[in-house]
Structure formats: structure tokens, C-alpha cells
């Protein structure tokens, strides 16, 4: 079994900074791609950003920019880094992993609220 764990959400000022963090473990062999999703109240989850094996790179409009996603393959894990934070960003941030064969997971869900 696949699963997601992530850590790194907090209360930050706007035009602060923060990283979240998602490591994959259980069934990692063939994991395909790591990405970060965000759901506020009354919408839905939206793709925020996303990183492959071969490192091909996906952002959503709003953190263009400003968002940057890596990986470090070796340790199954994906970060997220967030600069130049605004109150709009303010969400519970989940992790996505595709795997080429186990079923995807997502982890529990990190709150990142920005407000001064």
C-alpha cells in the first residue's frame, strides 16, 4: 500500500515564505509522479502543483511564479516551496502520488492559513 505523509503547514504573515514537505512510503516501486493539491471551504481541490520522474514541472495559475516544486527521489519525497504567501493561498494543502502499479494516495492534509 501506497501512502502520503505531508508536514510543513503553519500560520503565516502575507509575503512570508514557507515549504511543505510529502514523503512517500509503503509500496514506492514504481511511484510516477508527487504533486500538491488545495481545498478551501466551499471549493474544490485544486491541482497546485506537480512533479514527475523525469522532472517535468505543472503549476496552477495562481502560484506561478511564486510556488516551486522539486523532488528528491531518493528519499520518495516532494517539496513545496511557497514564497511571497497571500491570504487567497490559505487552504488545507494535500499530496498526491500517482504509482505506474498501486493504487494513488493521498496524504491527511496540512493547513497553510496566511493572514496578518
Known amino acids: 500500500q501506497l501512502q502520503a505523509v505531508e508536514s510543513g503547514g503553519g500560520l503565516v504573515q502575507p509575503g512570508d515564505s514557507l515549504r511543505l514537505t510529502c514523503t512517500a512510503s509503503?509500496?514506492?516501486?514504481?511511484?510516477?509522479?508527487m504533486a500538491w493539491y488545495r481545498q478551501s471551504p466551499g471549493n474544490e481541490r485544486d491541482l497546485v502543483a506537480k512533479?514527475?520522474?523525469?522532472?517535468?514541472?505543472t503549476y496552477g495559475d495562481s502560484v506561478k511564479g511564486r510556488f516551486t516544486i522539486t523532488r528528491d527521489s531518493a528519499k520518495n519525497t516532494a517539496y513545496l516551496q511557497m514564497n511571497s504567501l497571500k491570504p487567497e493561498d490559505t487552504a488545507v494543502y494535500y499530496c498526491?502520488?500517482?504509482?505506474?502499479?498501486?493504487?494513488?494516495?493521498w496524504g491527511q492534509g496540512t493547513q497553510v492559513t496566511v493572514s496578518s
Open positions: 498526491h502520488i500517482e504509482s505506474k502499479y498501486y493504487e494513488n494516495a
Open positions: 509503503g509500496s514506492v516501486y514504481g511511484l510516477y509522479a
Open positions: 512533479i514527475t520522474i523525469g522532472n517535468r514541472t
